[in-house]
């Protein structure tokens, strides 16, 4: 069942970016114009690459875990760097190339981004629910998991909408903020869940490194969501892949070193 779960969830958000990509080819009649026109900031292009780079090893080293062990969270952390990968590639292309055709089309590449923002912090969320519950049972999690997946539907039907112009800034201001605090709620349960782990795990050292780590990834991630959030004010494009990278490696690092240090011991 909850495999069932997993595999709904990465249905209904594939069908979304088909929507979203069909939608885009025909309001520029199939024919969306694009050319290389590299963004003159290389430094945050290299940024975006290395950002790229660290996060899809580390999806690969997850998904070679998860065919070893077979483990419900390694698969959803797995697919939370596999999303954040695929963001990070259409991030690359929107600095590479640009598209010289409707409006639409020029935000066609923010929309890919961004339901590959939303499609990865709901794994995020399974994933807590995996290690602090010991399941992401729709069952067990059904109240949250529906008030969640409305918040996430609501900043995505924001932002669509917006794009094409549909509706006024009172609809998408509230649902971009919606979304902006559903992902800060993931990550304080990140910080609270393995700072309230450690507390019982006071002999077992291996252990309370992991969970130091992961939460620290969590307070990374918060302040990821607030530099996103600044950098509507203030360019901090350089440090958010810093950060993000950043709070992916240390999730990652945090959440196999136990079982890394058990192997070599």
Known sequence: MQRLYFLSINLIFATLIGIWYTLSLFVSNFQPAIKWAPDPNIVATIFIIIACVIIFFVTIRLIKKFLETKKDSTLLLATFNITLSLSLIFELIRHLFTFISVHVISSFVYGI???FLAWGFLFFLLFLQDIFTGTFSF???KITDIIFLGLIGFGISGFILDSFNLVSQSYTIPS???LGITILLFCLWEVIGASRL???VKNDKTARIG????????LVFIALVVAILVNIYIDLSIFIRILMATATLLLYMGYVYPSRQKRTN
């Open 113 to 115: 981004i961004f339901l």
């Open 139 to 141: 069952k067990k999690h």
């Open 176 to 178: 971009f903020a919606a």
């Open 198 to 200: 450690i507390k019982k």
């Open 211 to 218: 969970l130091i780590m992961i939460a620290l990834s969590g």
